[in-house]
């Protein structure tokens, strides 16, 4: 069988458990599979990568700058160290490590000295997570006596258009590289080990793939080389029918569809990418998601059409960091445009509309967004309709989306009736309702202090927490 297996953040977090996903990559390898792995930086690196470049642009602190890259330098030599039990090959590595941190060091230095930082060099500093993580992984399986090969993204063949942060790959191209540059290491037994995230431009200048692109990486890598399966390795069993901090008797889904994916993706599920699911529909590629500390547990496996549609219902999602907006005025009456300016003055701003609902009257638009969006939303809207069309521009914060997901829904009837019974019978507040013409999903928006118990109560009425 052929794999990409890709390990997210909370896997590599340090040495122990880099080397428990080198014994996971070994014990496949061991079985005859032909693997390719793809990694993420270690657990919270991007992020800390992040930060230090902004404070290097607006703070202009050397000193600060210097003790950074010391306790980031400390923390990958420890886990160098902790996971490679072969002398030479920890040399080697931490050898490797000192001359990427010197690179990063000294883009971090010239940031601070201009007193800008640009999207280019954003993506260039954050290459360095997954750049410092992945000799570390490919010295532990060499220790292990696995021929390995470290590559970054660029290296390995994805090409993306200049879109600095979040650059979108040229697929044709790509497939080609990715193909002639895997194939043949995977061919001869060697594990190419492949940074997640990142890519180069037709320049060859390094591109991000934007958050959650290492497993879009693994996407696009598994897609090119025609692998059987794509397997994204988290700290969790698979996608579950619920978050289990809130229903601890919440189930893994041993299957669900591509498009049951995405919805759960898009509505707070957040195991996989719902980037990931593009390049895998178009070679009908399964997605398995598994975890690392419990790697004989199947996971659940994403197909393009799941059949199986007995439950109508497969799991219950919730974001709690929301806003909801509300556009309204009697102006709007009859006034064509009013809904397309609304979400054209969001896009330009960068805000990201999670849900949209407008009333048969036209006089009140609701929408959902990320609350971190609230200021900036505001802002625009306020500007763009200074005139009387919208009277009254309004928010709450104290608000959670929820939606119920589950591709038997579509052409069943009464599942809308059974979602608000249940909520109802709770007492819970519906300050918003959204539904696709897929009938997909039901969403809708409650207050926070009903968030919990209206989970409880789908999941109860749906019986979601039953083996099948």
């Known amino acids: 069988?052929?794999?990409?297996?890709?390990?997210?953040?909370?896997?590599?977090?340090?040495?122990?458990?880099?080397?428990?996903?080198?014994?996971?990559?070994?014990?496949?390898?061991?079985?005859?599979?032909?693997?390719?792995?793809?990694?993420?930086?270690?657990?919270?690196?991007?992020?800390?990568?992040?930060?230090?470049?902004?404070?290097?642009?607006?703070?202009?602190?050397?000193?600060?700058?210097?003790?950074?890259?010391?306790?980031?330098?400390?923390?990958?030599?420890?886990?160098?160290?902790?996971?490679?039990d072969d002398a030479k090959i920890v040399s080697s590595v931490i050898k490797e490590l000192n001359a990427k941190i010197g690179d990063m060091s000294n883009a971090l230095i010239s940031i601070c000295h201009l007193g800008e930082l640009t999207d280019r060099s954003h993506d260039y500093i954050l290459s360095f997570g997954e750049r410092l993580s992945t000799p570390i992984l490919t010295g532990t399986l060499l220790s292990?006596?696995?021929?390995?090969?470290?590559?970054?993204?660029?290296?390995?063949?994805?090409?993306?258009?200049?879109?600095?942060?979040?650059?979108?790959?040229?697929?044709?191209?790509?497939?080609?590289?990715v193909k002639k540059c895997i194939l043949p290491l995977i061919e001869k037994k060697t594990i190419p080990v492949i940074t997640g995230f990142i890519a180069i431009d037709t320049k060859g200048v390094i591109t991000t793939l934007g958050r959650g692109g290492s497993d879009y990486s693994a996407s696009i890598i598994g897609a090119a080389i025609y692998a059987d399966e794509i397997w994204i390795w988290s700290d969790v069993d698979g996608i579950m029918t619920a978050d289990p901090r809130i229903i601890p008797e919440a189930r893994t889904l041993p299957v669900i569809s591509y498009l049951e994916a995405m919805e759960l993706s898009y509505f707070g599920a957040k195991v996989i990418h719902p980037k990931t699911i593009e390049p895998a529909i178009q070679r009908d590629i399964p997605v398995r998601v598994k975890n690392t500390t419990n790697p004989d547990h199947p996971g659940t496996i994403i197909v393009k059409d799941h059949e199986e549609l007995k439950d109508i219902v497969k799991a219950v999602t919730i974001i709690k960091n929301v806003t909801l907006i509300n556009v309204s005025g009697a102006g709007m009456v009859g006034t064509p445009g009013v809904a397309a300016r609304v979400f054209a003055t969001l896009a330009d701003a960068g805000v990201n509309i999670i849900m949209i609902s407008q009333g048969s009257s036209e006089a009140n638009l609701s929408l959902v967004i990320d609350c971190s969006h609230l200021n900036k939303a505001l802002s625009a809207l306020k500007s763009e309709f200074i005139e009387n069309v919208v009277r009254n521009i309004t928010y709450d914060e104290d608000v959670c989306s929820i939606a119920v997901v589950g591709a038997g829904m579509a052409g069943t009837p009464g599942v809308a009736?059974?979602?608000?019974?249940?909520?109802?019978?709770?007492?819970?507040?519906?300050?918003?309702?959204?539904?696709?013409?897929?009938?997909?999903?039901?969403?809708?928006?409650?207050?926070?202090?009903?968030?919990?118990?209206?989970?409880?109560?789908?999941?109860?009425?749906?019986?979601?927490?039953?083996?099948?």
């Open 144 to 177: 292990m006596k696995l021929d390995s090969s470290s590559l970054t993204g660029g290296e390995a063949g994805i090409v993306t258009n200049s879109n600095f942060k979040n650059a979108k790959p040229l697929l044709e191209i790509t497939n080609e590289n």
């Open 1 to 84: 069988m052929r794999l990409v297996m890709k390990f997210g953040g909370t896997s590599v977090a340090d040495g122990v458990k880099i080397r428990d996903v080198a014994s996971i990559i070994r014990q496949s390898y061991e079985k005859g599979n032909e693997i390719a792995v793809v990694v993420s930086a270690m657990a919270g690196v991007t992020d800390q990568l992040e930060e230090m470049a902004k404070k290097a642009s607006k703070n202009r602190d050397v000193t600060e700058i210097n003790s950074f890259v010391k306790s980031l330098t400390e923390q990958h030599h420890d886990a160098a160290k902790n996971a490679i």
């Open 417 to 468: 009736g059974r979602v608000f019974s249940a909520l109802g019978k709770v007492g819970a507040n519906i300050r918003m309702i959204s539904q696709g013409s897929s009938e997909v999903n039901i969403s809708f928006v409650v207050s926070k202090k009903d968030a919990n118990t209206s989970v409880k109560a789908l999941h109860d009425e749906f019986k979601l927490g039953e083996e099948r």
